[in-house]
């Protein structure tokens, strides 16, 4: 039976504690609602690879002054609605479905306690027919007279011989091109007399005299234009395909070339003098013509040749990391100057070689990222690697450890750790296959963002969150040490508070700093908060928790000002935490609170089990002074005070950087209820100090109540009582590089 049929996820009680306590209100269906009341309806529905994703708009209900949360339905084959997931965001995605089933859906509001209805829905519902995206080729015509392009099997672009790329056609050589030559215009030889002009006197001596056929002086005449012919076919089993038309550099611009057809193959004719770079794009649709796949794409093609060549590739990777090498316009390169700077740069070893006009691969792309910007070998996570485009399954080395078995060929999964490339929703990678229009466009956009912020600073500061999970592994788990992110170092350079046994920790910091080249400092901490949580201790207080100064996200940013850290860039995150805290409220004065502040402690306390102990029996040796610090954090002790807190010095320290905050995506853990108003909360405080926000709640697809995606996307921990940890709380790597690092990203481009 399909997990679909069998799992509902079911908010039959959320937890409400501190303030809210008992605040989901005690109406009656009547009184929720009435027959006057809206219907909540999709306001898009879009077919993705692997599943389908549904949005809607926020929905009021002025009897809920709470809000509230959304409740999504699938059709039983018998016809009955089935609960299939409760959500607070506006976006849901269904991975349970299968290639040519047609599924229906409806949406309805309930109460956050999910006891009552808020609204009705549509009982007649959507559906969406499912199908994978279809495999396109293309066969690509040029004018008469010149020769094919791009078909020729020439060797990969690799660091050794060992394999070589084949780009192969199903289509005949006669399909390759097609060819309509002018005709000259003639007079018929079989007329009955010559047709003459009879000019007046004056012009007697410009007498034009239309000659028959085979006279040599024959008044040429202007030839038809010839015509290119583009032959674009693919694999499917859908009830037909739809065919686009897409143009480089005009994202809005996608011309549909075939509204329906039932074939599998498509020819386009158009002129030969369009010099537009272009490329086809191919989906299915269902049986009442609506789309029903993610698009197939083909490579970009300019003037009847490919266009995402290598040579291309090499000069846009070296432009972006290479200053000045964009003052020559790649036209005016040739293949052996752009081969020599490839092999001067780096970005091809010694042995490398690759072949003009050859077009590009994803492993050639791959090996001269890694190359030239000096990647450090990863593995992806909870997904596959497919070396020679065999699958190979991840390896699970332990309980806690998952990673992609990498040991054919690293450097694909690298570059799909850091976002460049993604696994398809099979989790494979294919090193041969030709590097798409859509990719390519994707590879321009971080090669931008790369010559736009490498060498400049970012440091975050935040929970666990931006911390990162990543591909953790535990510091007694067995596995290689070499692996680990911070092993053996004493400064902890660009995590500012490791964990003490949880050695690789891979956050957003991570991600976006090495993969654009930054410099990056984290100063985030697990379980931080932005109110500080104090308990009494005689006549003072003192911070809860054996390190809670790192897990007040204001002292985070304290402690950077205090190591004079500079930043180009600030990210975090926070509040999560908060709303699960008893002694932190959310928005109330208190008195004065002084604390016993073992002040700034160095970055390096927990480099090794000796200095940890020492640190926890002799605190005092840890602080800038002598004695304790009395420290009042009477103003920052709620959620609301604490952002503030935190937003306040993060401007004022870092006035001239740029400020981004993250808003977690769902998790299946604690109120979902308190989840949605505390980060609401936090950006309309954002929004007041005119810091930049990513949405991740709602507009990533990442979500721990969906545990499908929270399977696949984020790491298991294990509770207590040796139970798996499914909550969905922290992203894997491939959770970081496929939902967080795109959103993040989007933003930096904008900055």
Same mark, same amino acid.
């Not at 007697?204 to 028959?212: G, M, P, T």
């Not at 086809?280 to 029903?292: P, T």
């Not at 929703?425 to 030709?434: C, G, Q, T």
């Not at 400064?491 to 508070?497: G, L, S």
């Given at each position: 039976?399909?997990?679909?049929?069998?799992?509902?996820?079911?908010?039959?009680?959320v937890?409400?504690?501190?303030?809210?306590?008992g605040i989901a209100p005690?109406f009656?269906a009547e009184e929720?609602?009435?027959?006057n009341t809206?219907?909540?309806y999709?306001?898009?529905?879009?077919?993705?690879?692997?599943?389908v994703?549904f949005?809607w708009?926020?929905?009021v209900?002025e009897?809920?002054p709470d809000?509230?949360?959304?409740?999504v339905?699938?059709k039983n084959a018998?016809?009955?609605?089935v609960?299939?997931?409760t959500?607070a965001?506006?976006?849901?995605v269904?991975?349970?479905?299968h290639i040519?089933k047609?599924y229906?859906y409806t949406?309805?509001?309930v109460?956050p306690d999910?006891m009552?209805?808020?609204?009705d829905?549509?009982?007649?519902?959507w559906t969406?027919?499912y199908f994978?995206a279809?495999?396109v080729?293309?066969t690509?015509?040029?004018?008469a007279?010149?020769?094919? &392009?791009?078909t020729?099997?020439?060797p990969?672009e690799?660091?050794s011989n060992?394999?070589?790329d084949?780009?192969?056609?199903?289509?005949?050589d006669?399909?390759?091109?097609?060819?309509?030559?002018?005709?000259?215009v003639?007079?018929?030889?079989?007329?009955?007399?010559?047709t003459?002009?009879?000019?007046t006197q004056e012009?007697?001596e410009?007498e034009i005299v239309?000659k028959s056929?085979g006279?040599?002086?024959?008044a040429?005449?202007a030839?038809?234009?010839?015509?290119?012919?583009?032959?674009?076919?693919?694999?499917?089993t859908?009830p037909?395909y739809?065919v686009?038309r897409?143009?480089l550099?005009?994202?809005?611009?996608?011309?549909?070339?075939?509204?329906?057809t039932?074939?599998l193959?498509?020819?386009?004719?158009?002129d030969?003098?369009?010099?537009?770079?272009y490329?086809?794009k191919v989906c299915a649709?269902d049986?009442y013509?609506e789309?029903?796949s993610?698009?197939?794409?083909?490579?970009?093609?300019?003037?009847?040749?490919l266009?995402c060549?290598?040579?291309?590739?090499i000069?846009e990777l070296?432009?972006a990391?290479?200053?000045g090498?964009?003052?020559?316009?790649?036209?005016d390169?040739?293949?052996?100057?752009l081969?020599?700077a490839a092999h001067e740069?780096g970005?091809?070893t010694?042995t490398?070689?690759?072949?003009?006009?050859t077009?590009l691969t994803?492993?050639f792309?791959a090996d001269?990222?890694?190359?030239l910007?000096?990647?450090?070998?990863h593995?992806?996570?909870?997904?596959?690697?497919?070396?020679?485009?065999s &699958?190979?399954k991840f390896t699970?080395?332990?309980a806690?450890?998952?990673?992609?078995s990498?040991?054919?060929y690293p450097n694909?999964n690298t570059?799909?750790?850091y976002g460049w490339?993604t696994?398809d929703i099979?989790?494979?990678?294919?090193?041969y296959?030709d590097v798409?229009a859509?990719e390519w466009?994707h590879l321009?956009?971080d090669?931008?963002?790369?010559k736009?912020?490498?060498g400049?600073t970012?440091?975050?500061?935040g929970d666990?969150g931006?911390?990162?999970?990543?591909?953790i592994?535990y510091?007694?788990?067995?596995?290689? $040490?070499?692996?680990?992110?911070d092993?053996n170092r004493?400064?902890?350079?660009?995590?500012r508070?490791p964990?003490?046994?949880e050695?690789m920790m891979?956050?957003?910091?991570e991600?976006?700093g090495e993969?654009?080249?930054?410099?990056?400092?984290d100063?985030?901490?697990s379980g931080?908060s932005?109110?500080?949580?104090?308990?009494k201790d005689?006549?003072?207080y003192?911070f809860t928790n054996y390190?809670?100064?790192?897990c007040?996200i204001?002292?985070?940013?304290?402690t950077?000002i205090?190591?004079?850290?500079?930043? $180009?860039l600030?990210i975090l995150?926070?509040g999560?935490?908060d709303e699960?805290y008893?002694?932190?409220p959310?928005?109330a004065s208190?008195?004065?609170?002084?604390v016993y502040d073992?002040g700034?402690?160095?970055p390096?306390?927990?480099?090794?089990?000796?200095?940890?102990?020492?640190?926890?029996e002799?605190?005092e040796?840890f602080?800038?002074g002598d004695q304790?610090?009395?420290?009042?954090?009477?103003n920052?002790?709620s959620f609301?005070a604490g952002?503030n807190? &935190?937003?306040?010095?993060?401007q004022?320290?870092y006035?001239?950087?740029p400020?981004i905050?993250v808003?977690?995506?769902?998790?299946?853990y604690g109120s979902?209820?308190?989840?949605r108003?505390?980060q609401?909360k936090?950006?309309?405080l954002a929004?007041?100090?005119?810091?930049h926000?990513v949405?991740?709640?709602?507009?990533s697809?990442?979500d721990?109540?969906?545990?499908?995606?929270?399977?696949?996307?984020?790491?298991?921990g294990?509770?207590?009582?040796?139970?798996?940890?499914?909550s969905?709380?922290?992203p894997?790597g491939?959770?970081?590089?496929?939902?967080y690092?795109?959103h993040i990203e989007?933003?930096m481009?904008?900055?």
């Amino acid at each position: 039976m399909s997990l679909k049929r069998v799992v509902s996820v079911v908010l039959a009680a959320v937890v409400m504690i501190g303030a809210y306590a008992g605040i989901a209100p005690s109406f009656s269906a009547e009184e929720l609602y009435d027959d006057n009341t809206p219907i909540p309806y999709f306001s898009n529905i879009e077919i993705i690879d692997g599943g389908v994703r549904f949005t809607w708009e926020p929905f009021v209900n002025e009897n809920c002054p709470d809000g509230v949360f959304y409740r999504v339905y699938y059709k039983n084959a018998q016809g009955d609605w089935v609960r299939m997931i409760t959500t607070a965001s506006t976006q849901f995605v269904d991975l349970d479905v299968h290639i040519g089933k047609s599924y229906t859906y409806t949406i309805r509001c309930v109460t956050p306690d999910g006891m009552e209805f808020a609204s009705d829905c549509d009982t007649r519902g959507w559906t969406a027919t499912y199908f994978d995206a279809p495999t396109v080729t293309a066969t690509i015509g040029k004018a008469a007279g010149s020769a094919q &392009t791009g078909t020729d099997n020439l060797p990969d672009e690799t660091q050794s011989n060992e394999s070589t790329d084949t780009v192969s056609s199903e289509s005949s050589d006669e399909d390759k091109r097609f060819i309509q030559s002018g005709t000259d215009v003639t007079v018929d030889d079989t007329a009955e007399e010559e047709t003459t002009v009879q000019p007046t006197q004056e012009e007697a001596e410009d007498e034009i005299v239309l000659k028959s056929k085979g006279d040599s002086d024959l008044a040429p005449t202007a030839a038809a234009p010839a015509v290119r012919r583009d032959i674009i076919s693919w694999k499917g089993t859908a009830p037909s395909y739809r065919v686009y038309r897409k143009y480089l550099n005009e994202p809005d611009k996608l011309e549909v070339l075939c509204e329906d057809t039932t074939d599998l193959t498509y020819t386009c004719e158009y002129d030969p003098e369009d010099d537009s770079v272009y490329a086809y794009k191919v989906c299915a649709l269902d049986r009442y013509g609506e789309v029903a796949s993610a698009c197939g794409v083909t490579p970009y093609y300019a003037s009847g040749d490919l266009y995402c060549t290598r040579n291309r590739w090499i000069y846009e990777l070296l432009s972006a990391k290479i200053d000045g090498f964009d003052d020559t316009d790649f036209s005016d390169l040739s293949y052996a100057e752009l081969s020599d700077a490839a092999h001067e740069y780096g970005a091809l070893t010694p042995t490398g070689y690759f072949n003009d006009g050859t077009s590009l691969t994803r492993r050639f792309t791959a090996d001269t990222l890694v190359n030239l910007f000096g990647y450090t070998a990863h593995s992806l996570g909870n997904t596959y690697n497919t070396p020679g485009n065999s &699958t190979v399954k991840f390896t699970r080395v332990s309980a806690d450890n998952y990673y992609a078995s990498d040991t054919t060929y690293p450097n694909i999964n690298t570059v799909a750790y850091y976002g460049w490339f993604t696994p398809d929703i099979y989790n494979r990678l294919y090193l041969y296959n030709d590097v798409t229009a859509d990719e390519w466009d994707h590879l321009m956009t971080d090669l931008s963002l790369y010559k736009t912020w490498h060498g400049k600073t970012v440091i975050s500061f935040g929970d666990s969150g931006m911390q990162g999970r990543g591909n953790i592994v535990y510091s007694d788990g067995g596995v290689i $040490d070499s692996t680990y992110r911070d092993i053996n170092r004493n400064d902890f350079v660009n995590k500012r508070f490791p964990r003490y046994d949880e050695e690789m920790m891979e956050g957003p910091v991570e991600f976006i700093g090495e993969k654009y080249g930054m410099i990056h400092r984290d100063y985030s901490w697990s379980g931080a908060s932005m109110g500080t949580e104090l308990e009494k201790d005689g006549n003072y207080y003192i911070f809860t928790n054996y390190a809670s100064y790192k897990c007040h996200i204001a002292n985070q940013v304290r402690t950077a000002i205090k190591e004079n850290q500079s930043a $180009d860039l600030v990210i975090l995150n926070g509040g999560d935490n908060d709303e699960g805290y008893p002694s932190i409220p959310y928005n109330a004065s208190t008195p004065s609170r002084l604390v016993y502040d073992w002040g700034y402690s160095a970055p390096d306390w927990f480099s090794s089990a000796y200095s940890r102990d020492f640190h926890y029996e002799n605190p005092e040796y840890f602080h800038y002074g002598d004695q304790k610090v009395m420290e009042d954090y009477s103003n920052e002790t709620s959620f609301v005070a604490g952002t503030n807190m &935190t937003f306040d010095l993060v401007q004022k320290t870092y006035s001239s950087a740029p400020v981004i905050y993250v808003r977690s995506h769902q998790i299946d853990y604690g109120s979902l209820q308190r989840q949605r108003m505390y980060q609401e909360k936090v950006l309309s405080l954002a929004a007041d100090h005119g810091i930049h926000t990513v949405d991740l709640f709602n507009n990533s697809d990442l979500d721990g109540f969906n545990k499908r995606m929270a399977a696949k996307f984020c790491y298991d921990g294990f509770w207590s009582d040796g139970s798996v940890d499914d909550s969905g709380v922290h992203p894997n790597g491939l959770g970081y590089s496929m939902h967080y690092l795109p959103h993040i990203e989007k933003v930096m481009e904008e900055l």
